[in-house]
């Protein structure tokens, strides 16, 4: 069995890490392993969008740590498909499409890698 890398470990301990510090908060574990197992595919060398997630997790390790996080959710939009929000243009017209392309999102925000890394 050969040694796993330092990113490698890094990832292990975090989920660990976010395991212990989701027991005994509502949907806390289960999430975890979900987000883990989703991910679990990525390629080894698609480096940036896992050290992405692994900040990610640091984050959300430090929310669940935090003494008034009682639950862990996932954020989803409560806006039924007919309502606009707060900023939109008026009804009826185009979101404003910014003044360039845009790379799509994977569904945890982060941009899509075609699998060359470009």
Not at 41 to 61: A, F, H, K, S
Request: net charge positive; no cysteine.
């Amino acid at each position: 069995m050969s040694r796993h890398s330092r990113l490698q470990r890094q990832v292990l301990s975090l989920y660990r890490e976010l395991l212990r510090a989701g027991r005994g908060k509502p949907g806390a574990e289960s999430r975890v392993r979900a987000e883990f197992r989703q991910h679990a595919g990525l390629p080894r060398t698609d480096v940036l969008r896992i050290e992405y997630l692994y900040r990610r997790g640091r984050r959300q390790l430090q929310l669940l740590r935090w003494g008034h996080a009682t639950a862990m959710g996932a954020f989803v939009s409560t806006r039924g498909p007919t309502e606009e929000s707060p900023g939109a243009g008026a009804p009826g017209t185009p979101p404003d499409e910014g003044d360039g392309p845009r790379r799509p999102l994977d569904s945890m925000g982060a941009p899509n890698t075609a699998p060359d890394g470009r």
